[in-house]
Nanobody, 117 residues
C-alpha cells in the first residue's frame, strides 16, 4: 500500500529555514510527479510545489524564490527546502502525487511548520 511519511517540521522564527522530507513507498516513485501541499487551520489545502520525474519544478507564487523542491529517486524521498519563512507559511505540510483535480493518494499525517517569534 502507498505510504507517505512527512517529517522535518517544527517551530522556526520568521526568516528562518527548514527542510521537510517525504518518504514514499508502495508505488513507482521514480516516474511519479510529486508535490508538497500545505493546510493552515480553517483554510483549504493548497499545492505549493511540484516536481516531475525528471526534476522539473513549479511553485506557487506565494513561495516562489523561497522554497525549493527536490527528489532522490534512490531513496524514494522528496524534499522541500524552505527559506525566508514567514508567519503565513505556518501550516501542516503534506506530500502527495498531484492528479488532474485531486491528489492521487491517501494523505499522510503531514508535518507541522510553525513560523513565529
Amino acid at each position: 500500500q502507498v505510504q507517505l511519511v512527512e517529517s522535518g517540521g517544527g517551530l522556526v522564527q520568521p526568516g528562518g529555514s527548514l527542510r521537510l522530507s517525504c518518504a514514499a513507498s508502495g508505488f513507482i516513485f521514480r516516474i511519479a510527479v510529486m508535490g508538497w501541499y500545505r493546510q493552515a487551520p480553517g483554510k483549504q489545502r493548497e499545492l505549493v510545489a511540484r516536481i516531475t520525474s525528471s526534476g522539473s519544478t513549479m511553485y506557487a507564487d506565494s513561495v516562489k524564490g523561497r522554497f525549493t523542491i527536490s527528489r532522490d529517486n534512490v531513496k524514494n524521498t522528496v524534499y522541500l527546502q524552505m527559506n525566508s519563512l514567514k508567519p503565513e507559511d505556518t501550516a501542516v505540510y503534506y506530500c502527495n502525487k498531484p492528479g488532474s483535480n485531486t491528489p492521487l493518494f491517501t494523505w499522510g499525517q503531514g508535518t507541522l511548520v510553525t513560523v513565529s517569534s
